[in-house]
């Protein structure tokens, strides 16, 4: 096909540098919104008089002949046309003739690949957001089914106190409920057209830039052309929010993944979402828990390459803007497989409540309710603090846990203590008696689960909401 612009030229590209400056090997991605925008804008061509209403019925005829076949597999697209735009016009000029030119009517490819990467970004957002809800969804469930699953809570990665485990996987919820709301939040800032704009400055012809607006399911236009052309805030949040996802996934991915090893046996991982050793016929790896981890390291890189990409460019497009694509097509792939797979992880893997119990008693994870326990009885708890350690140091020496200890032993650190202080170091009351909000008790986490929930209907109502405006026409 020949160049839009090989009108100024008078010798054709070297063969390397046209290669080297193609894109379509990666944007071929934005063809069926590279369809869906310029459906829209043909319609409008016609409304307004630009072109023809025979012209204009002509054009849309055509794309959706060109996107019926794009949907069959049936397009093959070449490198000489450069990118997805000219690939996708040579089919409409072979579907409807010399009239296909008009398609390029009151428009530049820089508002047009700003158009088709809003678009594809607005579907990413749903897709992704859906794949949020499924990951949300295994961590109530499995939360719920575990209520009296009593483990080890850590901090600095040693045992610190005694959660329910319910506890600690809706700790993970609240975080995917908070990726969500940011993937919400940054619709209305995706979902504003720039087509229309033109090359930079806009365009003489009277186009109605409201009426694609409407026809493409935009809740508004850039009120600047130079800034519709040049913007990738939106792409930079997307990819924020990515990264986000992937870090939260990554800290639970570590901790399935010390979970499933024999030192702690917290859970078994199932077999089809486990790996195995070449030469070490015992081994089952949490393989896909370690990806995924590895794999956040792909979207902080996409992250960092846009950033770097768009620092002090001048204003409107510049060709470093074609490197603003492959990144976020990766962080879109990347993000949603792992998502997938960590729900799957979820739902499937066993989980161990005696190991989980057994390192629990351990490692003095009641310790604090023995210092809060003398506290109650009016010790100022610095004070308590102090006898609770001594009597901590005591079993250290002696090799036992605070349980093994007899009443006498307790007096003789503190005449405070009495016989309930075996009832109070329990591990049942060390949980349910932290009752307040948000805390580790059965009823505070069954409160907790029941507002997982409420979130998780409120981010599935907004993604079958949305899902319609996404659905090319």
Same mark, same amino acid.
């Given at each position: 096909?020949?160049?839009?612009?090989?009108?100024?030229?008078?010798?054709?590209?070297?063969?390397?540098?046209?290669?080297?400056?193609?894109?379509?090997?990666?944007?071929?991605?934005?063809?069926?919104?590279?369809?869906?925008?310029?459906?829209?804008?043909?319609?409008?061509?016609?409304?307004?008089?630009?072109?023809?209403?025979?012209?204009?019925?002509?054009?849309?005829?055509?794309?959706?002949?060109?996107?019926?076949?794009?949907?069959?597999?049936?397009?093959?697209?070449?490198?000489?046309?450069?990118?997805?735009h000219m690939n996708i016009e040579r089919y409409l000029t072979e579907e409807i003739g010399p009239v296909a030119g008009?398609?390029?009517?009151?428009?530049?490819?820089?508002?047009?690949?700003?158009?088709?990467?809003?678009?594809?970004?607005?579907?990413?957002?749903?897709?992704?957001?859906?794949?949020?809800?499924?990951?949300?969804?295994?961590?109530?469930?499995?939360?719920?089914?575990?209520?009296?699953?009593?483990?080890?809570?850590?901090?600095?990665?040693?045992?610190?106190?005694?959660?329910?485990?319910?506890?600690?996987?809706?700790?993970?919820?609240?975080?995917?409920?908070?990726?969500?709301?940011?993937?919400?939040?940054?619709?209305?800032?995706?979902?504003?057209?720039?087509?229309?704009?033109?090359?930079?400055?806009?365009?003489?012809?009277?186009?109605?830039?409201?009426?694609?607006?409407?026809?493409?399911?935009?809740?508004?236009?850039?009120?600047?052309?130079?800034?519709?052309?040049?913007?990738?805030?939106?792409?930079?949040?997307?990819?924020?929010?990515?990264?986000?996802?992937?870090?939260?996934?990554?800290?639970?991915?570590?901790?399935?993944?010390?979970?499933?090893?024999?030192?702690?046996?917290?859970?078994?991982?199932?077999?089809?979402?486990?790996?195995?050793?070449?030469?070490?016929?015992?081994?089952?790896?949490?393989?896909?828990?370690?990806?995924? @981890? =590895?794999? *956040? /390291?792909?979207?902080?890189?996409?992250?960092?390459?846009?950033?770097?990409?768009?620092?002090?460019?001048? $204003? #409107?497009?510049?060709?470093?803007?074609?490197?603003?694509?492959?990144?976020?097509?990766?962080?879109?792939?990347?993000?949603?497989?792992?998502?997938?797979?960590?729900?799957?992880?979820?739902?499937?893997?066993?989980?161990?409540?005696?190991?989980?119990?057994?390192?629990?008693?351990?490692?003095?994870?009641?310790?604090?309710?023995?210092?809060?326990?003398?506290?109650?009885?009016?010790?100022?708890?610095?004070?308590?603090?102090?006898?609770?350690g001594k009597l901590v140091k005591h079993c250290v020496i002696a090799k036992c846990d605070l349980g093994a200890l007899?009443l006498e032993t307790y007096k003789s650190f503190s005449p405070l203590f009495e016989r309930d202080i075996f009832e109070?170091?329990?591990?049942?009351?060390?949980?349910?008696?932290?009752?307040? @909000? =948000?805390? *580790? /008790?059965?009823?505070?986490?069954?409160?907790?689960?029941?507002?997982?929930?409420?979130?998780?209907?409120? $981010? #599935?109502?907004?993604?079958?909401?949305?899902?319609?405006?996404?659905?090319?026409?």
């Amino acid at each position: 096909m020949k160049k839009l612009w090989g009108g100024r030229f008078s010798d054709s590209a070297d063969a390397f540098a046209e290669a080297f400056g193609a894109s379509i090997s990666f944007d071929q991605t934005f063809a069926p919104y590279d369809i869906q925008g310029s459906i829209a804008h043909a319609t409008m061509l016609g409304e307004t008089g630009i072109i023809s209403a025979e012209e204009s019925r002509q054009i849309v005829e055509g794309l959706k002949k060109v996107r019926q076949r794009w949907e069959r597999g049936e397009l093959e697209f070449r490198l000489s046309d450069e990118d997805i735009h000219m690939n996708i016009e040579r089919y409409l000029t072979e579907e409807i003739g010399p009239v296909a030119g008009k398609l390029h009517t009151a428009r530049s490819r820089n508002d047009q690949v700003a158009t088709d990467f809003h678009l594809y970004i607005r579907a990413q957002i749903v897709a992704i957001a859906t794949a949020i809800a499924e990951a949300q969804q295994a961590l109530i469930e499995k939360a719920r089914a575990h209520m009296d699953a009593i483990m080890p809570g850590y901090t600095h990665l040693q045992r610190a106190q005694p959660v329910l485990f319910s506890h600690h996987l809706l700790a993970y919820a609240a975080m995917l409920d908070r990726d969500g709301g940011r993937l919400v939040d940054l619709w209305k800032r995706v979902n504003i057209l720039p087509l229309g704009a033109g090359a930079l400055a806009g365009t003489t012809f009277p186009i109605d830039r409201e009426r694609v607006a409407t026809l493409l399911r935009f809740e508004g236009v850039y009120e600047n052309s130079m800034d519709a052309v040049s913007d990738r805030d939106f792409a930079l949040e997307f990819l924020n929010c990515c990264a986000t996802v992937m870090m939260h996934l990554s800290r639970l991915c570590e901790e399935i993944i010390i979970w499933s090893t024999g030192e702690f046996s917290f859970i078994e991982l199932h077999d089809s979402l486990s790996t195995g050793s070449s030469i070490m016929p015992q081994k089952k790896n949490a393989d896909f828990a370690e990806l995924i @981890r =590895g794999k *956040t /390291g792909r979207v902080y890189g996409a992250l960092t390459t846009l950033y770097t990409v768009m620092k002090g460019l001048p $204003l #409107t497009y510049n060709k470093d803007m074609q490197e603003d694509k492959e990144g976020v097509f990766d962080a879109t792939e990347t993000v949603y497989g792992s998502l997938k797979i960590a729900a799957a992880m979820i739902r499937t893997l066993t989980v161990n409540k005696e190991a989980m119990r057994a390192h629990a008693e351990r490692g003095f994870t009641n310790a604090t309710d023995a210092a809060d326990y003398l506290a109650k009885k009016g010790l100022p708890f610095r004070e308590a603090h102090e006898v609770v350690g001594k009597l901590v140091k005591h079993c250290v020496i002696a090799k036992c846990d605070l349980g093994a200890l007899t009443l006498e032993t307790y007096k003789s650190f503190s005449p405070l203590f009495e016989r309930d202080i075996f009832e109070a170091i329990s591990l049942e009351t060390v949980v349910n008696r932290r009752l307040t @909000r =948000g805390g *580790t /008790g059965t009823q505070a986490v069954e409160a907790q689960s029941v507002i997982a929930g409420q979130r998780l209907q409120h $981010l #599935t109502a907004w993604v079958q909401s949305h899902q319609a405006l996404v659905v090319a026409e």
